[in-house]
């Protein structure tokens, strides 16, 4: 997939939810509605592992991609439970994110665990969408910035490009609360991960995509879309929902 091709890239977290029923729920509605939707913008859809193929078979639209939500390294085979950067490509997946702010918490991924992750995925020629972002004290101690600079430096790799990587900017507070940043605030913080990922990459323009995550929903994503610096959103709870997802893909012509 070549991302230049797309004006905005729009991500489906599904997160642990899922189930024959949303997948069905989706394909009808793509059955009648797709020919409406905007074909310069990607769709990513991650479901839970075992719905993949699935996926795969049942949405077969040209700008519909597919992602994973994690990965293992493949250092030793014998890790029962775990899926593979292999495992994943067969599956003729697209994408895998990485650095989701639930696995850095819940399950303790460190940046060091994340880059090594990225590299393994790019190596196998899978996308990586990279999540970064503050958490709520980071943020009271106006941290953001400072956060922001380390993860780019510590959980990216140097395999990343602006062909193979997207970043997905989410705040920790903002995740499932309702709560998001003001548009300003989303602009500005937008066009410094850019600057600090062209200082880390030597690039000139900017080049990587750069999404905006955390309670996007039908109201807000025209705001944020519309931005120039926000090349897409990544939605979670949101995308559960495949009427409400549709508002949001169709940002434009609401
Ligand atoms: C997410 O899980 O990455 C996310 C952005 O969730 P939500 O849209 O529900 O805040």
Same mark, same amino acid.
């Given at each position: 997939?070549?991302?230049?091709?797309?004006?905005?890239?729009?991500?489906?977290?599904?997160?642990?939810?899922? &189930?024959?029923? @949303? #997948?069905?729920?989706?394909? /009808?509605?793509?059955?009648? $509605?797709? !020919?409406?939707?905007?074909?310069? =913008?990607?769709?990513?859809?991650?479901?839970?592992?075992?719905?993949?193929?699935?996926?795969?078979?049942?949405?077969?639209?040209?700008?519909?991609?597919?992602?994973?939500?994690?990965?293992?390294?493949?250092?030793?085979?014998?890790?029962?439970?775990?899926?593979?950067?292999?495992?994943?490509?067969?599956?003729?997946?697209?994408?895998?994110?990485?650095?989701?702010?639930?696995?850095?918490?819940?399950?303790?991924? &460190?940046?060091? @665990? #994340?880059?090594?992750?990225? /590299?393994?995925?790019?190596? $196998?020629? !899978?996308?990586?969408?990279?999540? =970064?972002?503050?958490?709520?004290?980071?943020?009271?101690?106006?941290?953001?910035?400072?956060?922001?600079?380390?993860?780019?430096?510590?959980?990216?790799?140097?395999?990343?490009?602006?062909?193979?990587?997207?970043?997905?900017?989410?705040?920790?507070?903002?995740?499932?609360?309702?709560?998001?940043?003001?548009?300003?605030?989303?602009?500005?913080?937008?066009?410094?991960?850019?600057?600090?990922?062209?200082?880390?990459?030597?690039?000139?323009?900017?080049?990587?995509?750069?999404?905006?995550?955390?309670?996007?929903?039908?109201?807000?994503?025209?705001?944020?879309?519309?931005?120039?610096?926000?090349?897409?959103?990544?939605?979670?709870?949101?995308?559960?929902?495949?009427?409400?997802?549709?508002?949001?893909?169709?940002?434009?012509?609401?």
């Amino acid at each position: 997939m070549n991302f230049k091709n797309y004006s905005k890239i729009i991500v489906a977290n599904w997160k642990m939810n899922g &189930s024959f029923s @949303l #997948i069905n729920q989706y394909k /009808n509605y793509l059955k009648k $509605n797709y !020919i409406k939707f905007n074909k310069k =913008i990607a769709i990513v859809i991650c479901p839970p592992f075992p719905y993949l193929t699935i996926c795969k078979n049942k949405f077969k639209y040209k700008n519909i991609f597919l992602g994973a939500q994690n990965l293992s390294l493949s250092d030793n085979f014998s890790k029962t439970g775990e899926i593979s950067s292999s495992i994943i490509r067969d599956t003729q997946c697209n994408f895998v994110i990485l650095g989701h702010s639930e696995r850095r918490n819940l399950f303790k991924e &460190s940046d060091k @665990l #994340i880059s090594n992750k990225v /590299n393994e995925s790019l190596n $196998n020629k !899978i996308n990586v969408i990279i999540c =970064i972002g503050e958490n709520l004290s980071e943020k009271r101690k106006s941290n953001t910035f400072k956060v922001l600079k380390k993860q780019i430096y510590k959980s990216l790799s140097n395999n990343c490009s602006p062909k193979n990587t997207i970043i997905a900017y989410e705040p920790v507070w903002s995740i499932g609360t309702g709560k998001t940043p003001t548009i300003e605030e989303i602009n500005k913080i937008h066009t410094y991960i850019k600057k600090i990922l062209n200082i880390k990459y030597h690039l000139k323009n900017y080049k990587f995509k750069v999404l905006y995550g955390g309670s996007v929903n039908k109201k807000n994503s025209k705001d944020i879309l519309s931005l120039k610096s926000v090349d897409g959103v990544l939605v979670g709870g949101a995308s559960l929902n495949i009427i409400e997802f549709a508002h949001i893909i169709n940002f434009n012509k609401n």
